[in-house]
């Protein structure tokens, strides 16, 4: 089954007792059960519910694994991964991180025992030299963010295979549209289902994908002894999403490229980071590994004080300013005080995240009327 067709269809069946369509919303708590332990596979909702049944079937088919899992936020799911090591554990993971993640590494988990290492995941090597005898897991994030590094999914897993070790793969950027992770090695993909998968804006979710069924099997019992589900409705609401993914994907990877063209010309621009770009530094992998280039696009401003910045951000009218991304309208975004604030100031400059530098989420507006507001608050620095 073709992508197109597996994200209608994918591990989908019509809802056997009436033949709806779509999967209801089994908004329960509770099921009924003839006889004490006897039930029809549905006992009580934070173990499994119909609706998110339905849902993780899909999940698992979107990335060619055998199992999926839905959690009540992107976060909810790194939970659970770190969740699966133990105390005094090493994981290596990128230099240029979600700050939700790098949050939850350094200010979480770090006091429970585990030690974060990070990387510059642009060359492999990087981390086949920060493997020590306690390292269990290496996270990836690929496309990063906000800097879009890029890194080479199939090298580095195949390290971690070398030293068994576990690899996880953040693929929210990207989506299985683009990469598929679990095909190139990974253990586990990673998902905030609250970007592309659910596409609108309207839902917070995380999502597991695996292809080994112990692994699976660990991961649904912490997913069911910790409890951080996503509920019916959520579920519902991201399955809708999932079926328009291939199309949306499309128009997001042809105004995301548009964007970046844009901007890379522009005299009021230093630097685009886009992997569409053939002098992005990391073009040869992307292109190797991922279908199109999606349509997250970061650029820093040659006037580098806070001030042109906001300028810019404060007079959009068809982007957004807001947190988030991946859904159908266009978003923009201040790294350095909204989503990657919780970094240090002296880690985020090092790593390029300055008052200069703004993120954009290219939706599936029109790309002219996208560029014209670009044009526009550019035109006023």
Request: charged share 20%; glycine share 8%.
């Given at each position: 089954?073709k992508?197109?067709?597996?994200v209608?269809?994918?591990?989908?069946?019509?809802?056997?007792t009436?033949?709806?369509?779509m999967?209801?919303?089994?908004?329960?708590s509770?099921?009924?059960?003839?006889?004490?332990?006897?039930h029809?596979?549905y006992?009580?909702?934070r173990?499994?519910?119909?609706?998110?049944?339905?849902?993780?079937?899909a999940?698992?088919a979107i990335?060619?694994?055998?199992?999926?899992?839905?959690?009540?936020?992107?976060l909810a799911?790194?939970?659970c991964?770190?969740?699966l090591?133990?105390?005094?554990d090493?994981?290596?993971?990128?230099?240029?991180?979600?700050?939700?993640?790098y949050?939850?590494?350094?200010?979480?988990f770090s006091k429970?025992?585990?030690?974060f290492t990070?990387v510059?995941?642009?060359?492999?090597?990087?981390?086949?030299?920060?493997?020590?005898?306690?390292?269990?897991?290496?996270?990836?994030?690929?496309p990063?963010?906000?800097l879009?590094?890029?890194?080479?999914?199939?090298?580095i897993?195949a390290?971690?295979?070398?030293n068994n070790?576990?690899?996880?793969v953040?693929?929210?950027?990207?989506?299985?549209?683009?990469?598929?992770?679990?095909?190139?090695?990974?253990?586990?993909?990673?998902?905030?289902?609250?970007?592309?998968l659910?596409?609108?804006?309207d839902v917070?979710?995380?999502?597991l994908?695996?292809?080994?069924?112990?692994?699976?099997?660990?991961i649904?019992?912490i997913?069911f002894?910790?409890?951080?589900?996503?509920?019916p409705?959520?579920?519902?609401?991201?399955?809708?999403?999932?079926?328009?993914?291939?199309?949306?994907?499309?128009r997001?990877?042809?105004?995301?490229?548009?964007?970046?063209?844009?901007l890379?010309?522009?005299?009021k621009?230093?630097?685009v980071?886009?992997?569409?770009?053939?002098?992005?530094?990391?073009?040869?992998?992307a292109?190797?590994?991922m279908?199109d280039?999606?349509?997250?696009v970061s650029?820093r401003?040659?006037?580098?004080?806070?001030?042109?910045?906001?300028?810019?951000?404060?007079?959009?009218?068809?982007?957004?300013?807001?947190?988030s991304?991946g859904?159908?309208?266009?978003l923009?975004?201040?790294p350095?005080?909204?989503?990657?604030?919780?970094?240090?100031?002296?880690?985020?400059?090092?790593?390029?995240?300055?008052?200069?530098?703004?993120?954009?989420?290219?939706?599936?507006?029109?790309?002219?009327?996208?560029?014209?507001?670009?044009?526009?608050?550019?035109g006023?620095?």
């Amino acid at each position: 089954m073709k992508f197109n067709t597996k994200v209608i269809h994918g591990n989908q069946n019509h809802e056997p007792t009436t033949g709806a369509v779509m999967v209801p919303i089994f908004q329960t708590s509770t099921f009924a059960q003839s006889s004490p332990g006897q039930h029809k596979g549905y006992e009580y909702s934070r173990a499994a519910n119909p609706t998110r049944t339905a849902l993780e079937n899909a999940f698992a088919a979107i990335e060619n694994g055998t199992h999926g899992f839905a959690f009540a936020s992107g976060l909810a799911a790194t939970d659970c991964v770190l969740r699966l090591l133990n105390p005094n554990d090493e994981i290596i993971a990128g230099d240029d991180l979600y700050g939700g993640t790098y949050r939850m590494f350094t200010k979480l988990f770090s006091k429970y025992g585990l030690k974060f290492t990070f990387v510059d995941m642009n060359d492999p090597e990087n981390v086949r030299k920060a493997i020590r005898v306690n390292t269990k897991l290496i996270w990836l994030e690929t496309p990063t963010n906000p800097l879009m590094k890029i890194a080479d999914i199939a090298a580095i897993t195949a390290i971690a295979k070398e030293n068994n070790l576990m690899s996880v793969v953040d693929n929210t950027f990207a989506t299985p549209y683009l990469q598929k992770p679990l095909d190139l090695g990974a253990d586990i993909v990673m998902h905030s289902a609250t970007k592309y998968l659910g596409g609108h804006s309207d839902v917070i979710m995380g999502a597991l994908m695996v292809k080994d069924k112990k692994l699976a099997e660990e991961i649904h019992f912490i997913q069911f002894a910790g409890g951080g589900i996503a509920g019916p409705m959520d579920s519902f609401l991201a399955l809708r999403g999932i079926k328009t993914l291939a199309i949306r994907m499309q128009r997001h990877c042809e105004n995301g490229m548009a964007v970046a063209k844009f901007l890379d010309k522009h005299p009021k621009v230093e630097t685009v980071y886009y992997p569409g770009l053939e002098s992005h530094p990391n073009y040869k992998i992307a292109k190797k590994q991922m279908k199109d280039f999606g349509g997250m696009v970061s650029f820093r401003l040659k006037d580098k004080s806070q001030k042109a910045t906001f300028t810019m951000l404060e007079n959009l009218k068809v982007f957004t300013l807001a947190e988030s991304l991946g859904g159908v309208e266009s978003l923009a975004n201040h790294p350095a005080t909204m989503t990657h604030a919780s970094i240090p100031e002296p880690e985020r400059l090092k790593l390029g995240i300055t008052d200069s530098l703004t993120r954009l989420s290219v939706g599936i507006e029109d790309i002219n009327d996208l560029i014209s507001d670009l044009e526009c608050v550019l035109g006023m620095l």
